[in-house]
């Protein structure tokens, strides 16, 4: 399991802890009044326990990681949830560890007990000094050695996937039992052509063993016994190709094995521990250790001329991108110029704005035009609860253009209708279509032009007219994070996001239910990270504008899916975003977008540049909504509430 985005496990972890929440909320670190104040705001364990979860994430950042998250659920006696959380998302790679040691000294340089303690502690200092002056990223990231690296693995019938930058596991993915077999049995193995040898004289070069005076350097492989067993086991339950390794070695790579490989980090440490001995195998595997090695040395003039080429290569690119710099910052000037003259041009346009509002006179036919100007609170409604008027954990909004404002009710399972004054109108809860009854919990809603309302859950898209009738059900496969949803109203086609723990898309359907187009992430993001696509909008154009909680942007695609551009990064600056989800654009074109994880709501023009906040300082801002006249709609997940939000214009 991942280390990145802890969050996909917590409604997997919320449902199976349950009432087991606050032995969990102990081993968090949670104080008793923290736990005391989630007792109070939830009705049921499950809520109590995402909310736990979700605060637990907002304190530790970077540092709530799943592995800190399994610890606390053993902590807690609940192995049975860590089991079940194995079994749902399997690892099916075999970590290796690779640590830099000492070697074991031969009879010709003296034995290793020759040696005084306190000259070995000033040996191993001398280690981590060098670690930190040589073993760089500049070096890992060389393409021989990367190339000589990922030969010496493939040796073993294992494909190198990836190193994680900044860590010191190399994961490995193997395809039969036999080659995980062979290569666990030898790792440890130090001696003349094996495997810890031949990475030695790839990864130590003459310089960095110059640094360490009376000792050897060597790199070592480490793989716990349990991560083999676990591999080993899924190789017998799942290779259902061959079973001869010779075989293996003709067959394509299958889809999930593409190396998708990048050795740009490792991190050293000294180990003291004996060496294990040497044995001179005569398999197939240590003949083949030995050519490798000898394969390294015949070759060595030949990588430093490759080198060399390459470092004339990167000059000459250098070269060409200064020109183009250069390019680039007459580009800029002249932009800066139109930039000065359209300046001028708005601050006489805010200048005639300030004398109609003077003069209060009617401008009949032109709609108001937003200024970036202080937004304030209008109205705040609703609390914990299941009376009128009251919620548990509101999610979508959206505001018809009768200035009707529908709030999904989720755990409530109901819509309900409000003014946006806050006054209530009236609600309905969420049946699916049939005799059944079966009830739907709202995750967004969505109005069309006819003003029927279009209601998304985990399995299920539902039209309803204003007063909560059936008129529609669209099936769609089920997934346990939350769906966003809205109607274009050129083409009244219905746009669902979708996001399974791996992969994210978007469904586009007409209203009769059939599936126009999915778009997937090979055309509708740019981003390092798999993307999570939360909430989705679309302009009067028909740009697609999508929330992405996985790598805090925003995506923007045209009306067939293709990417345009995005914007946003993570981080708690004015255009940064931490986990955002609502999303909505105004008259004017400007994105309004739920930081949820900041706590706020932010407005952007339409390209993408920051304008200013709506609101801040609320608990966890969630779905946002636009009426006609400009107000700015916001549900808050935690807190139970909803807030309007209006500019506030100071007249003289």
Same mark, same amino acid.
């Not at 990231?141 to 030969?151: A, I, L, Q, S, W």
């Not at 991560?227 to 070695?249: A, H, K």
């Not at 504008?545 to 004015?574: I, M, P, Q, W, Y």
């Given at each position: 399991?991942?280390?990145?985005g802890?969050?996909?496990?917590f409604?997997f972890?919320k449902?199976?802890?349950?009432?087991?929440?606050?032995?969990?909320?102990?081993?968090?670190?949670?104080?008793?009044?923290?736990?005391?104040n989630?007792?109070?705001?939830h009705?049921?364990?499950?809520?109590r326990?995402m909310?736990?979860?979700?605060?637990?994430?907002?304190?530790?950042?970077?540092?709530a990681?799943?592995?800190?998250?399994?610890?606390?659920?053993?902590d807690?006696?609940?192995?049975h949830?860590v @089991?079940? /959380?194995? $079994?749902?998302?399997?690892?099916?790679? +075999?970590? !290796?560890? %690779? =640590?830099?040691?000492?070697?074991?000294?031969?009879?010709?340089?003296?034995?290793?007990?020759?040696?005084s303690?306190e000259?070995?502690?000033q040996?191993r200092?001398?280690i981590?000094?060098?670690?930190?002056?040589?073993?760089?990223v500049e070096?890992?990231?060389?393409?021989?050695?990367?190339?000589?690296?990922r030969?010496i693995?493939?040796?073993?019938k294992?494909?190198?996937?990836r190193?994680l930058?900044?860590s010191?596991?190399?994961?490995?993915?193997?395809?039969?039992q036999?080659?995980v077999?062979?290569?666990?049995?030898?790792?440890?193995?130090?001696?003349?052509?094996?495997?810890?040898?031949?990475l030695?004289h790839?990864l130590?070069? @003459?310089? /960095?063993? $110059?640094k360490?005076?009376?000792?050897? +350097?060597? !790199?070592? %492989? =480490?793989?716990k016994?349990?991560?083999?067993?676990?591999?080993?086991d899924?190789l017998?339950?799942?290779?259902?190709?061959t079973?001869s390794?010779?075989?293996?070695?003709?067959?394509?790579?299958?889809?999930?094995y593409?190396?998708?490989?990048?050795?740009?980090?490792?991190?050293?440490?000294?180990?003291d521990?004996?060496?294990?001995?040497?044995?001179d195998?005569?398999?197939?595997?240590?003949?083949?250790y030995?050519k490798?090695?000898s394969?390294?040395?015949?070759?060595?003039?030949?990588?430093?001329?490759?080198?060399?080429?390459?470092?004339?290569?990167?000059?000459?690119?250098?070269t060409?991108l200064?020109?183009k710099?250069k390019?680039?910052?007459?580009?800029q000037?002249?932009?800066?110029?139109?930039? +000065?003259q359209l300046?001028?041009?708005?601050?006489?346009?805010?200048a005639?704005?300030?004398?109609?509002?003077?003069?209060k006179q009617?401008?009949v036919?032109?709609?108001?035009i937003?200024?970036?100007?202080?937004w304030?609170k209008?109205?705040?409604?609703?609390?914990?609860?299941?009376g009128?008027?009251?919620f548990?954990?509101?999610?979508?909004?959206?505001v018809?253009?009768?200035?009707?404002v529908?709030?999904?009710?989720?755990?409530?399972?109901?819509?309900?209708?409000?003014?946006?004054?806050?006054v209530?109108?009236?609600?309905?809860?969420?049946?699916?279509?049939?005799e059944?009854?079966?009830?739907?919990?709202?995750?967004?809603?969505?109005?069309?032009?006819?003003?029927?309302?279009?209601?998304?859950?985990s399995d299920?898209?539902?039209?309803?007219?204003?007063?909560?009738?059936?008129?529609?059900?669209?099936?769609?496969?089920?997934v346990?994070y939350?769906?966003?949803?809205?109607?274009a109203?050129?083409?009244?086609?219905?746009?669902?996001?979708?996001?399974?723990g791996?992969?994210?898309?978007?469904?586009?359907?007409?209203?009769?239910?059939?599936?126009v187009?999915?778009f997937?992430?090979?055309h509708?993001h740019?981003?390092?990270?798999?993307?999570w696509?939360?909430?989705?909008?679309?302009?009067?154009?028909g740009n697609?504008?999508?929330?992405?909680?996985?790598?805090?942007?925003?995506?923007?695609?045209?009306r067939?899916?293709?990417?345009?551009f995005k914007?946003?990064s993570?981080?708690?600056?004015?255009s940064q975003?931490?986990?955002?989800?609502g999303?909505?654009v105004?008259g004017?074109?400007?994105?309004i977008?739920a930081?949820s994880?900041?706590?706020?709501v932010?407005m952007?023009?339409?390209?993408?540049?920051?304008?200013?906040?709506i609101?801040?300082?609320m608990?966890l801002?969630w779905?946002?909504?636009?009426?006609?006249?400009?107000d700015?709609?916001?549900?808050d997940?935690?807190?139970?509430?909803?807030?309007?939000?209006?500019?506030?214009?100071?007249?003289?």
């Amino acid at each position: 399991m991942s280390k990145q985005g802890v969050k996909r496990y917590f409604s997997f972890i919320k449902n199976r802890v349950s009432s087991d929440w606050k032995d969990l909320a102990w081993h968090l670190d949670f104080d008793t009044p923290d736990i005391d104040n989630i007792d109070g705001k939830h009705r049921d364990d499950k809520s109590r326990c995402m909310d736990l979860l979700q605060q637990w994430y907002k304190q530790k950042g970077n540092n709530a990681t799943i592995q800190v998250l399994i610890k606390a659920l053993q902590d807690a006696e609940l192995q049975h949830v860590v @089991d079940s /959380l194995k $079994d749902n998302y399997p690892d099916p790679v +075999l970590p !290796v560890h %690779l =640590h830099l040691g000492l070697a074991k000294q031969t009879s010709a340089q003296g034995q290793a007990g020759d040696i005084s303690e306190e000259r070995r502690e000033q040996i191993r200092e001398r280690i981590l000094e060098v670690e930190r002056a040589l073993f760089t990223v500049e070096v890992l990231n060389d393409p021989v050695r990367y190339r000589e690296v990922r030969k010496i693995f493939n040796k073993h019938k294992a494909l190198l996937k990836r190193a994680l930058k900044g860590s010191i596991i190399i994961l490995l993915t193997f395809l039969h039992q036999t080659d995980v077999d062979r290569f666990y049995h030898n790792h440890y193995r130090v001696g003349e052509g094996t495997l810890s040898q031949q990475l030695s004289h790839i990864l130590i070069s @003459d310089q /960095l063993q $110059d640094k360490v005076k009376g000792a050897q +350097l060597i !790199v070592r %492989l =480490h793989v716990k016994h349990e991560d083999y067993v676990r591999v080993r086991d899924r190789l017998e339950q799942g290779l259902d190709r061959t079973t001869s390794v010779d075989n293996l070695l003709a067959l394509p790579s299958p889809k999930r094995y593409v190396d998708r490989s990048s050795l740009s980090g490792l991190d050293l440490a000294v180990v003291d521990r004996e060496d294990q001995p040497c044995t001179d195998g005569a398999d197939d595997i240590t003949r083949l250790y030995r050519k490798v090695q000898s394969a390294v040395q015949t070759t060595k003039e030949k990588s430093n001329q490759a080198m060399k080429v390459q470092f004339q290569t990167m000059q000459g690119q250098k070269t060409r991108l200064k020109d183009k710099n250069k390019k680039a910052e007459k580009i800029q000037l002249e932009q800066n110029k139109k930039i +000065l003259q359209l300046q001028e041009i708005n601050k006489n346009l805010m200048a005639r704005i300030e004398r109609l509002l003077t003069t209060k006179q009617p401008v009949v036919g032109v709609r108001p035009i937003r200024v970036v100007q202080p937004w304030v609170k209008k109205v705040n409604f609703g609390g914990w609860g299941s009376g009128r008027g009251k919620f548990d954990c509101p999610t979508g909004v959206a505001v018809s253009q009768q200035n009707e404002v529908y709030i999904a009710d989720l755990d409530n399972s109901r819509i309900q209708v409000f003014t946006m004054g806050g006054v209530y109108i009236r609600e309905f809860t969420t049946t699916l279509p049939g005799e059944s009854d079966e009830e739907l919990q709202p995750e967004d809603v969505a109005v069309d032009r006819n003003d029927n309302l279009w209601v998304v859950g985990s399995d299920h898209v539902v039209q309803y007219s204003r007063e909560g009738t059936c008129l529609t059900k669209i099936d769609l496969p089920n997934v346990e994070y939350n769906r966003g949803i809205t109607v274009a109203m050129a083409t009244e086609q219905v746009i669902v996001t979708e996001y399974d723990g791996q992969n994210g898309r978007l469904r586009v359907f007409n209203q009769d239910g059939s599936e126009v187009h999915t778009f997937d992430s090979g055309h509708t993001h740019r981003s390092l990270e798999p993307w999570w696509p939360c909430y989705v909008t679309m302009d009067r154009e028909g740009n697609i504008f999508v929330t992405d909680s996985n790598n805090h942007c925003v995506h923007a695609l045209d009306r067939v899916g293709n990417f345009k551009f995005k914007f946003g990064s993570e981080g708690s600056g004015d255009s940064q975003l931490n986990d955002p989800l609502g999303i909505s654009v105004d008259g004017m074109g400007n994105m309004i977008v739920a930081d949820s994880g900041n706590g706020c709501v932010k407005m952007f023009n339409s390209q993408g540049r920051f304008l200013c906040d709506i609101g801040s300082g609320m608990e966890l801002p969630w779905g946002v909504a636009v009426s006609p006249g400009g107000d700015v709609v916001v549900t808050d997940f935690r807190d139970h509430t909803v807030s309007v939000w209006t500019v506030h214009v100071q007249r003289k």
